[in-house]
Nanobody, 124 residues
Framework: QAQLVESGGGLVQAGGALTLSCAAS????????MGWFRQAPGKERELVSG????????YYADSVKGRFTISRDNAKNTMSLQMNSLLAEDTAVYSC?????????????????WGQGTQVTVSS
């Protein structure tokens, strides 16, 4: 059974850094576009960053450009999100997801596979 599992969330002070990891199992996701979504209380789920299967095309939400870096290792079936200069407004549950599409999708419904999410809390 295909599974995505996130790790690396936690509590950090504003200005700090965290690295989220997404480990895939059950099947290879090397041919899938993958992304990191987040959902804060009372807000809609939004795409933070997405990466194509080769890593040749990367998307960042405007709110995280210059602060977050997405990467993937197809050989290890993993994806990461390096988050620097964290802000209180980055507080959310972060989930990794994968889609069979060939381009990065911003709509959550386009992703077939989801992890359970990991909480990131940034204190101001």
């Amino acid at each position: 059974q295909a599974q995505l599992v996130e790790s690396g969330g936690g509590l950090v002070q504003a200005g700090g850094a965290l690295t989220l990891s997404c480990a895939a199992s059950g099947r290879t996701f090397s041919t899938n576009v993958m992304g990191w979504f987040r959902q804060a209380p009372g807000k809609e789920r939004e795409l933070v960053s997405g990466i194509t299967r080769s890593g040749g095309s990367i998307y960042y939400a405007d709110s995280v450009k210059g602060r977050f870096t997405i990467s993937r290792d197809n050989a290890k079936n993993t994806m990461s999100l390096q988050m620097n200069s964290l802000l209180a407004e980055d507080t959310a549950v972060y989930s990794c997801a994968a889609t069979s599409g060939v381009v990065v999708q911003t709509i959550p419904g386009r992703y077939e596979y989801w992890g359970q999410g990991t909480q990131v809390t940034v204190s101001s």
